[in-house]
């Protein structure tokens, strides 16, 4: 069983309509962090938890939303979808070790129409 | 200037072929250092991590100057199954940067 999941894999959605990507982890890390790819551009931080209670902004973080339900959970929200949100979406993990890096998920594709 | 920069892709050599990337990152208090393999739009996955002293996983060689603020990736002997998206990472602040990657193609 993979270590990172996330749900949706895929998603086709309508601009303006509310969206939620979910990811869980079996690893047992305490930090989690949501990412998009857009051809060319790398991977992009939008939001990221270091625990339960901790909730930090990323660089593009603007029109998006997480939730932290969990140590395993880390919700990402499209409170109201637009078609630039089109991109590939990442979850990742790491330990608390600074020196660690991070495991990703398999990622979801989402094109908003 | 973007905080980490690499080598413009796509490299396209042949089998057997040494190939190098290259890396330069602007911010000093960068931590660690890191090269991640990306196939074909699946998730980045780790290569390697990359030391001061340099450091060899089989046909992989990963170097860092601190100094200069460089970092490289060196592959000696190309399989096909090399082809993919390299992408140099560095840790700050307990957070990834990551560049924008580059493109191998290993042909035939």
């Known amino acids: 069983d993979a270590d990172v999941t996330q749900t949706p894999r895929n998603r086709i959605t309508k601009t303006g309509k509310r969206i939620m990507l979910e990811c869980s982890q079996t690893k047992g890390h305490d930090r989690m962090y949501w990412y998009r790819q857009d051809p060319g551009l790398g991977l992009r931080l939008i939001y990221y938890s270091f625990d339960v209670k901790d909730i930090n902004k990323g660089e593009i973080s603007d029109g998006y939303s997480v939730s932290r339900q969990a140590q395993a959970k880390f919700s990402l929200s499209l409170e109201s979808a637009i078609p630039n949100q089109t991109a590939l979406y990442f979850c990742?993990?790491?330990?608390?070790?600074?020196?660690?890096?991070?495991?990703f998920g398999p990622g979801t594709r989402l094109l908003v129409l | 200037r973007k905080e980490v920069e690499q080598d413009p892709g796509p490299f396209n050599v042949p089998e057997g072929a040494t190939v190098a990337f290259n890396c330069t990152y602007s911010?000093?208090?960068?931590?660690?250092f890191f090269w991640y393999r990306q196939d074909c739009r699946k998730e980045p996955k780790l290569l390697m991590s990359v030391y001061s002293s340099g450091n060899e996983d089989g046909r992989f060689t990963a170097q860092l100057n601190r100094a200069s603020q460089y970092i490289s990736l060196l592959i000696r002997d190309s399989k096909l199954s090399d082809s993919a998206t390299y992408l140099c990472v560095l840790k700050l602040g307990g957070k990834l940067i990551f560049g924008q990657g580059t493109e191998l193609s290993v042909k035939p």
């Open positions: 911010n000093s208090a960068s931590q660690s």
């Open positions: 990742a993990t790491s330990p608390k070790d600074s020196q660690e890096t991070q495991y």
